[in-house]
């Protein structure tokens, strides 16, 4: 295992700059997600780890050695990629143990290493089987597989499970943590799922454009967003943002008095974004009014979508709800200290 040290990271196509000197520190064993929306640059990034694009300028270090002009099989990393990338004609056993093969490693040990993967990932009936006899899941088992038999210093997972379907993804996502936790290998894993990404990392590095919005813990990000950015992109739902006006210690918005968080000071007469999450809206006569647009129930919880001034809030109810399509309601912050307040201009939070 490796620490991964990314320093003023730049990467160029021509004249076209699509990283812009990026700073990642990742830990010993540290499991982090690269979260964006697509052509932010995340797998870019990784790819640059792995060794398959070029540095433009930079550094990166994986332990104590700098690995900018490294091939990828001098890296001591091992990569999984969205599409399993496994060899037809072989079996599971031969797929998992190819890169040990062409490193030349006596063949008792590398069924030796394949077997004890295989035990790690429930694999152990399928050895003999080709991937054309498997299912999305189990190809994805043997792609980690391939990956753990090498035993490297950090694993690279490229959007590994976006071809898989829901309820799957759900089940891998799990999986891979569970393996994370046995291993204890250092991780950087991409995915455009928030929800991926809150649910298995120890660290979430937020991009967009290219570069970095927010590191941090993902509670941390989900509670305190630096911008408006982050706030959006972090939670399902996204988080209500809210067009307003501060005065006398408030903020004015859609007709309604909105409160600041306490203790918070911001000047009378500034244009904010108040940010407030669904699970934070409660029913209150004095809040902002609209019409439901829309009732979507999912069991545990409602999700009601209401209409105002053109726009559209998302407030979500734990208990059953028998509002209707058409019905007005009025909506207000349920907890203050909840609430998120950001400028307007910069989209930066106060």
């Known amino acids: 295992m490796a620490e991964v040290t990314i320093r003023a990271l730049k990467k160029n196509y021509g004249g076209l700059q699509v990283v812009h000197g990026l700073d990642v520190d990742i830990a010993d064993g540290e499991f982090v997600v690269l ?5 932010c640059g995340k797998s870019t990034l990784l790819r640059m780890i792995a060794g398959l694009e ?24 091992a990569m999984v990629f ?3 990338a496994l060899y037809p004609h072989k079996t599971v056993a031969a797929n998992m143990g190819f890169p040990l093969k062409m490193r030349g490693m ?9 077997k004890r993967a295989a035990d790690v990932l429930g694999l152990t009936p399928y050895l003999e089987r080709y991937p054309r006899a498997l299912s999305g899941g189990q190809r994805q088992r043997v792609a980690m597989g391939r990956a753990i038999v090498r035993d490297p210093q950090v694993f690279l997972f490229d959007e590994p499970l976006s071809n898989l379907d829901a309820k799957l993804r759900v089940q891998m996502r799990t999986e891979i943590r569970e393996l994370h936790q046995r291993l204890k290998t250092t991780t950087v894993y991409v995915t455009h799922d928030q929800i991926e990404a809150m649910t298995m990392a120890d660290k979430i590095v937020v991009m967009q454009g290219g570069r970095i919005e927010q590191i941090g813990a993902p509670l941390d990000l989900y509670d305190r967003p630096a911008n408006i950015f982050v706030a959006s992109f972090i939670g399902s739902p996204s ?15 859609g007709g ?22 669904p699970e934070n809206l409660t029913v209150d006569p004095g809040g902002i009014s ?9 069991g545990s919880e409602t999700h009601v979508v209401i209409r105002i001034a053109g726009r559209e809030l998302v407030a979500v109810f734990r208990d059953r709800v028998t509002h209707r399509p058409g019905d007005a309601i009025s909506l207000a912050p ?3 200290t909840q609430v998120h307040i950001f400028d307007k201009a910069s989209g930066a939070r106060f």
Not at 107 to 114: L, P
Not at 239 to 253: F, P, Y
Not at 291 to 297: G, L, N, R, S, Y
């Open 256 to 277: 309604a008095t909105l409160p600041l968080p306490p203790g918070m000071k911001v000047a009378d007469g500034r244009a904010v974004i108040y940010g407030v999450r």
């Open 290 to 298: 609209g019409t439901i647009a829309v009732v979507e129930p999912t």
């Open 106 to 114: 006596d063949k008792s040990e590398i069924d030796t290493r394949v």
């Open 334 to 336: 349920l907890d203050a």
């Open 35 to 39: 979260v964006g929306p697509s052509g």
């Open 54 to 77: 070029e540095v433009t300028s930079g550094d990166i270090r994986i332990g104590d050695r700098r690995v900018n002009n490294l091939p990828p099989s001098e890296r001591d990393i």
């Open 239 to 253: 988080m209500n943002m809210i067009d307003g006006v501060v005065q006398n210690g408030a903020v004015q918005a």
């Open 82 to 84: 969205q599409n399993y």
